[in-house]
């Protein structure tokens, strides 16, 4: 539909119902105006898979592997791909929109919300984040480019004031989301932090750069409750408040608009792009189906599979891997992350799937009839009590697997009742008269000793267990953030002792509190085993295999949103397990489970290193194709990894008196490792495969024109005896620049698959942007004309060839 017919449809409206469009009319939808045929639109948080509109653990979706492992994959054509998974599986759901890919960057390696983001580089950001916006919106769903802007901790997330230069801004922060509008992104959602002043939903950013300059003709959406004002807001370029029915927009904005103080122009503006996303997404008369693709993406669960491989990221290999299954009889799997995989990071983007194929499962699927797989999970990581789940609970009025969701009146009277399968709900079904929310099971342990319960929420809370009450208290709430009031609420714990194989029944309350959400949790853990005698038994069980396979990881303590970390260690005794399991066999690959960087010091001790992230529902499957030689490890470093927290150049994420300064400047990530001269445990690019290369020449035009892009010729020959696929990287430095800039900055990037002995050829085309800086004084972008030096590699470290460009000139 064209700008006159969308103006046309706005003259059929009245100031009251063009208000109404812009705040949602639910959590997840936006408002429909039948008079204009205009529909609801559906909204769904997607970085990791679709939820849709809610959190219903019987509503399964296909869990991708986090951001920050596609970030690893550098292969744009995958990364699409998986978002052609998402809107098929947004189709599925009934979503119009996908609230994803995150554009953040992996500033310091504290930050909670790493899983989400794709990586620490600006370029190899905006080239992911684009390749999955273009993977989306091909099958008519829209994607959302967030958070914008400079969001890219946690701590105080609500209100830091982010404090970055316009350079900085520009070169830095506002690039990936540059490349997004460039992909023809149809939203952008302003975060909840405020860039040099002003809260992001008021900000001047969303008007230039981003609908000015860049050409941005979506929605500029908010973060779920961001909008806390109705006048600044009103006049900003934001265009939708999310959520409803309440919003500061409303009846207080209609008044606004009467009275002059924000102008009906700026409405009628916000309302023509709302309706050329609906034109976009079919949600206008005559209304377009949802296209569900059946066999475009070949099959689910073989994409996630291979998603798992072209992530994984190999950082250290003694002739270890991969294992060859006809030279083994025993293999020994060690850690409760090979049984128990954090598949996905913690928050509101979470999912709920079905089928997660574990670590564990995998190896033993993979050797089955061919050699024994023991296993021992060693002592037990420091872990929050997981929800009660259908595996160790049942209904204790059906009797069947899961717990039983009751709503009580303030008489205790019984409003609502059904069967779950999960201890953890977040969104119960609230009736009129609701007060109390209760979850029951009933449990039978299968082991004995003092458990630990625990109910997590907010308000007054009791928790039985037998009747015998272990908890009965207020329990107020000191946050705001959506993300812990809605999603992840604090978990109150206490324990008690039960027997093995005898019955008990479990009774958690919370009754209900204004502004304080809905969502209840139940959680219970078994008595943990004695640490000393778990590590012996994951030693013995090592030394008595031909290879062992240690999974170690982050936990929801580490890694969820609404919160930044405290530390990169493992915790618990993993290092310790890690030691002792490598010592007693050599022949040891350590699995690091995790969506972000962590510290390991044993890395040298190890027969092989291999990193997978937050896997996905394929973990065990795409694991098992990379440790035994089915698939190489794909993956390369999107993000430097420190050797200890202590080394790592920038660190800060906690504000100081509301602000948080990017004192650091361009300098974030590997930038920031070789401004300081130091080096990191593994550099970003880095990552090997299966086999071996040779770079053996590199054509680079000795002169380019100032604007146009240029184009890397690299050869290199595949020396091992397997094929393999490598990631040619490029990297320019001007040491003697007359504005500041970084030691060395990524260019750009191209992957080609060789077969064994052979030669081939890949073409890095390297655009104008790498070249060019922001003039602060000019407020415009400059390109200085010389020499730069330039640098073709395996990462930013491991360079192989260097030369010299000049830019300008004839």
């Not at 377009?288 to 099959?299: I, K, L, N, Q, Y």
């Not at 991969?322 to 049984?339: F, K, N, R």
């Not at 990581?381 to 969701?405: K, M, N, Q, W, Y």
């Not at 100032?706 to 020959?717: C, K, L, Y």
């Amino acid at each position: 539909m064209d700008d006159e017919s969308l103006d046309r449809l706005i003259g059929r409206l009245s100031l009251e119902q063009k208000v109404r469009l812009l705040t949602g009319a639910t959590t997840w939808r936006t408002a429909g105006e039948p008079g204009i045929g205009l529909r609801e639109m559906v909204t769904s948080d997607g970085p990791a898979g679709v939820r849709g509109e809610a959190w219903d653990e019987r509503r399964t979706s296909a869990l991708l592997p986090s951001a920050s492992a596609l970030g690893a994959m550098w292969d744009e054509e995958l990364v699409e791909r998986l978002g052609g998974l998402l809107a098929a599986e947004a189709a599925r759901k009934g979503v119009d929109v996908v609230l994803a890919p995150t554009l953040n960057l992996h500033r310091s390696p504290l930050g909670g919300r790493h899983f989400e983001c794709f990586s620490e580089d600006p370029e190899l950001t905006g080239r992911t984040g684009a390749a999955l916006v273009r993977g989306i919106q091909a099958l008519g769903v829209a994607a959302t480019a967030k958070h914008y802007v400079a969001n890219d901790s946690e701590t105080d997330r609500l209100t830091v004031d982010v404090r970055a230069g316009e350079r900085v801004l520009r070169e830095v922060y506002l690039a990936p989301f540059e490349a997004a509008v460039e992909a023809g992104v149809w939203l952008v959602m302003a975060g909840y932090n405020a860039v040099g002043g002003t809260t992001m939903t008021a900000s001047p950013l969303l008007a230039e750069p981003l609908k000015g300059e860049w050409g941005f003709d979506g929605v500029a959406v908010s973060d779920w409750a961001a909008v806390r004002t109705t006048e600044e807001t009103g006049r900003a370029a934001l265009d939708l408040a999310m959520p409803g029915p309440d919003s500061p927009w409303g009846a207080s904005l209609v008044r606004a608009v009467k009275d002059g103080r924000v102008a009906e122009e700026s409405v009628d503006a916000k309302v023509h792009r709302l309706l050329r996303l609906a034109d976009r997404v079919g949600a206008l008369e005559p209304y377009r189906p949802r296209r569900v693709p059946t066999a475009a993406f070949g099959g689910t669960r073989a994409l996630l599979r291979r998603a798992v491989s072209a992530g994984s990221v190999l950082l250290r290999n003694d002739n270890v891997l991969p294992l060859d299954p006809e030279g083994l009889s025993t293999v020994a799997v060690v850690g409760v992350h090979a049984a128990s995989p954090r598949v996905q990071g913690g928050g509101s983007a979470g999912v709920f799937c079905s089928g997660v194929v574990t670590p564990l499962a995998g190896v033993r699927a993979r050797l089955r009839g061919r050699a024994r797989v023991t296993y021992e999970p060693g002592p037990t990581p420091p872990a929050p009590p997981a929800p009660l789940g259908a595996d160790l609970c049942t209904d204790p009025g059906s009797g069947a697997p899961g717990v039983l969701l009751r709503v009580l009146d303030a008489r205790g009277r019984e409003l609502y009742a059904e069967h779950r399968l999960s201890g953890r709900q977040l969104e119960p079904d609230l009736p009129p008269g609701a007060h109390t929310v209760e979850i029951g099971a009933v449990l039978r342990p299968r082991r004995s000793g003092e458990w630990t319960f625990g109910v997590g929420g907010f308000g007054r809370m009791t928790l039985t267990v037998d009747d015998r009450t272990l908890l009965d208290g207020e329990f107020p709430g000191d946050t705001d953030d959506p993300a812990v009031v809605h999603v992840n609420p604090p978990v109150h714990t206490a324990r008690t002792a039960l027997t093995a194989g005898r019955p008990v029944h479990v009774v958690a309350r919370r009754e209900l509190v204004p502004g304080r959400g809905r969502a209840t949790v139940v959680v219970a853990a078994p008595p943990e085993p004695d640490p000393a005698a778990a590590l012996r038994n994951a030693v013995r069980a090592a030394r008595d295999a031909d290879a062992a396979i240690v999974v170690v990881g982050t936990t929801e303590h580490d890694e969820t949103e609404g919160y930044d970390r405290a530390g990169l260690s493992l915790g618990g005794h993993q290092d310790e397990l890690v030691r002792a399991v490598t010592a007693a066999n050599p022949r040891t690959v350590v699995v690091v489970n995790s969506g972000g960087p962590v510290e390991l010091p044993w890395h040298r001790e190890a027969g092989a290193v291999l990193l997978t992230w937050f896997p996905g529902q394929e973990a065990g499957t795409g694991l098992a194709d990379v440790l035994f030689g089915l698939a190489e490890p794909g993956g390369r470093l999107p993000t430097t990894w420190a050797a200890s927290l202590a080394d790592a150049p920038v660190t800060r994420t906690r504000p100081v008196g509301g602000r948080l300064d990017y004192a650091e400047g361009l300098h974030i990530g590997h930038r920031a490792w070789l401004r300081a001269g130091s080096g990191p445990a593994y550099w970003f690019g880095h990552g090997l495969g299966y086999t071996t290369w040779e770079y053996t020449a590199v054509d680079v035009p000795a002169r380019v024109v100032t604007g146009e892009p240029f184009t890397v010729r690299v050869t290199v020959r595949n020396t091992g005896v397997r094929a393999g696929r490598e990631v040619v990287q490029v990297y320019l430095a001007r040491p003697d620049s007359a504005v500041e800039r970084p030691v060395r900055w990524f260019a750009g990037y191209a992957a080609l698959r060789v077969e064994a002995g052979r030669t081939a050829s890949a073409e890095v085309v390297v655009g104008p942007r790498a070249v060019r800086h922001w003039s602060e004084r000019d407020h415009r972008w400059a390109t200085e004309h010389g020499a730069y030096r330039l640098a073709v590699g395996r990462s930013v470290a491991d360079t192989r060839w260097e030369g010299w460009v000049t830019v300008g000139g004839p």
